[in-house]
């Protein structure tokens, strides 16, 4: 007497985990999953859809345009200068490093020591190896250069 109930009600947890599934992955609306569904699970009826989908909280799907708007906007042109000491088979030297957040775009060059010079030279070496114009450049520390 016991077999008949429990094989039901695997059967149906069945159902369950394939609407579900589906659901999940095809973030279809609720009519068209159940178009979709109803010749492939026998009894299926969008009431019994509906509160399927409800009791597993995927009757509502989140919405896409949310996750757009909190994507901040990173302007083209602001690069970010870091200077970081490496060690090589030569001994220390310091490296350059320029990145443009946006299009990651990176230009690299290893000096023997930092000086003004070498930092200018870098600086007009990033602007003619750059296809843009730029605009504003973000020191490692916190400060600012605008161009």
């Known amino acids: 007497m016991l077999w008949p109930c429990t ?25 068209d999953v159940y178009s979709a569904l109803k010749e492939k699970i026998l009894n299926l009826m969008c009431s019994n859809l509906h509160r399927c989908l409800k009791r597993n909280s995927l009757n509502v799907l989140p919405k896409e345009g949310a996750a757009l708007e909190k994507k901040k906007c990173i302007p083209l042109d602001l690069f970010i200068l870091i200077v970081q000491k490496v060690r090589t088979d030569q001994g220390k030297c310091d490296l350059f490093v320029a990145i443009e957040r946006a299009t990651k775009y990176v230009y690299v060059e290893p000096h023997s020591k930092m000086s003004v010079n070498k930092s200018s030279a870098f600086l007009k070496n990033l602007i ?15 400060d600012a250069i605008y161009l």
Request: glycine share 2%; proline share 2%.
């Open 128 to 142: 003619v190896h750059c296809s843009f114009k730029i605009t504003n450049i973000l020191i490692d520390n916190g």
């Open 7 to 31: 094989a039901k009600a695997f059967y149906l947890q069945q159902k369950q985990e394939i609407v579900c599934e589906f659901r999940r992955v095809s973030k279809l609306p609720l009519d």
